[in-house]
């Protein structure tokens, strides 16, 4: 298993806010599902602090505000 970069960590977390599946982000990144999965079981702030009643925005709403 190689490595995540510094550059796929941030795409993770990206992911992760836009609510994407281990399976799709390692179809993304060109990576195997069991290398995004180890990836998020090591590192907490993968894991996003939503707030308990989120307002219903899609992930192209999310992805605007990221910019």
């Known amino acids: 298993m190689s490595s995540i970069t510094y550059s796929e960590r941030i795409k ?4 992760c806010e ?3 599946s281990n399976i799709q982000m390692s179809d993304r ?4 599902p069991a290398t995004i999965s ?12 939503w707030p308990k009643q989120m307002p ?5 709403d999310v992805a605007e505000r990221l910019n």
């Open 38 to 49: 180890y990836e998020l079981a090591r590192c907490e702030p993968y894991r996003p602090k």
């Open 56 to 60: 219903n925005t899609s992930g192209h």
């Open 18 to 20: 836009l609510g994407l």
């Open 12 to 15: 993770i977390e990206t992911f």
């Open 29 to 32: 990144l060109k990576r195997s």
